[in-house]
């Protein structure tokens, strides 16, 4: 077999032991951590994708206090962050962490390299337009036929739109424009990621600005939101402008490439599986976190907590994503303030930069702190917003502004 994304599949089998669908973050991130352990070299993998998947449609940037799969494509990491608001600036040196940043096409053209060379990898070009439980197994419909499988693996982005229960559940974006931009002089310091820049206007909602400087020339800058609506496009460009213009003292910059999204934030719950033998990945399984929208370690995580199940048991995992309900419970609540009053989220996450190491609250956003950080977390906040939440989630009713 070969990884080469093939149309015609007459000469191609139609069971394998795995199934995945879809090539991007989720599904290559899987294939390429099975490549990896030896224990599944004999499994039979199939990546069904419609898309050839090379141009640099997106980057992830993600914090690390440990070496991680991916590190030899990182395009830049940064050793220490900065926090802004109109109250509190402090510019964070990281010592256990590093922030990080991958380019999609670098991530895409990676992987599919360390397949490529791998006899256990098939790939067709196609769409699946629905998969389904057998006795033994699942399988997927393609306008290529039938495949099937142990266990198929599910990437395709949930249907929250036609899933949607607002009267339960909170529904958000984080949504964003970015522009890469040169200038003709130095203008940013390599050293320091702007992290969050509140100091902007709210207007009742979570805004802040965004800065990955490459160099001392070049950089990404992005306008971020949460909010239930995205904006016209000019919106975000006037923005940025004025960001810029302010940032840069009027010098002139050139845009060399842009970088638009909208990524689902809520509580409404996302199964890690629909049924014995489908396995969900990437958002469809809830791994972009519901109140950050950061989703690529998490994704690396879940990737490995399913490999070395498979590698051990030849079945995934009986807790599919190891999440606690604790942590489900403080995005519930930080995602209720959004919604209800998004314009405290500057004042929230000024207390945490405040109040707190950056180390503690990396883990806390990592899901990794015990209850004792848990409650120097909560208890660095301003009570009022979450205990107004609190009582929502109890009378089991999303806040309203």
């Keep these: 077999m070969s990884v080469a994304a093939k149309s015609d599949v007459s000469d191609l089998p139609r069971e394998f032991d795995y199934l995945i669908v879809g090539g991007g973050a989720a599904g290559l991130s899987l294939a390429y951590h099975i490549s990896r352990e030896p224990r599944l070299a004999s499994k039979r993998v199939l990546l069904l994708e419609p898309e050839a998947k090379n141009q640099n449609d997106r980057t992830w940037s993600f914090w690390a206090d440990a070496p991680g799969v991916f590190d030899g494509i990182v395009a830049k990491e940064w050793q220490q962050i900065a926090f802004r608001s109109p109250t509190f600036e402090r510019v964070i040196p990281l010592t256990r962490h590093r922030y990080k940043m991958i380019r999609g096409l670098d991530f895409y053209q990676f992987v599919q390299r360390a397949l490529a060379g791998n006899p256990q990898f098939a790939c067709v070009a196609t769409t699946v337009t629905a998969i389904s439980n057998t006795a033994d197994g699942a399988v997927a419909y393609t306008p290529q036929g039938e495949f099937r499988a142990q266990y198929v693996f599910d990437s395709r982005p949930p249907e929250l739109a036609r899933l949607q229960q607002p009267e339960r559940y909170r529904y958000l974006l984080q949504h964003f424009v970015g522009w890469e931009i040169e200038t003709g002089q130095d203008a940013f310091n390599p050293e320091t990621a702007e992290f969050m820049d509140f100091r902007g206007e709210q207007q009742q909602q979570a805004r802040f600005m965004y800065v990955l400087p490459f160099d001392k020339r070049r950089a990404l800058v992005e306008y971020t939101l949460f909010s239930a609506e995205v904006l016209p496009k000019a919106q975000y460009e006037a923005e940025l402008g004025r960001y810029l213009h302010q940032l840069l003292n009027g010098q002139a910059y050139r845009i060399t490439a ?111 702190t015990s209850w004792i950080g848990n409650f120097q977390i909560m208890n660095s906040v301003r009570p009022w917003p979450f205990l107004r939440s609190i009582g929502h989630v109890l009378r089991g009713r999303p806040g309203r502004r």
């Design 258 to 368: 842009e970088e638009v999204g909208a990524i689902p934030m809520t509580d409404h719950p996302l199964p890690a599986a629909d049924g014995a033998h489908i396995i969900n990945l990437g958002t469809r399984a809830g791994r972009a976190k519901p109140s950050t929208g950061y989703a690529f370690k998490r994704i690396q995580q879940h990737s490995a907590r399913l490999t070395a199940a498979l590698a051990a048991t030849g079945h995934p995992p009986q807790n599919l994503t190891g999440d606690r309900w604790q942590f489900r419970l403080f995005d519930t609540l930080l995602l209720d303030i959004m919604q209800r009053q998004g314009e405290q989220t500057r004042e929230i996450f000024t207390d945490l930069f405040r109040r707190n190491p950056v180390e503690r609250i990396f883990d806390f956003l990592d899901e990794r």
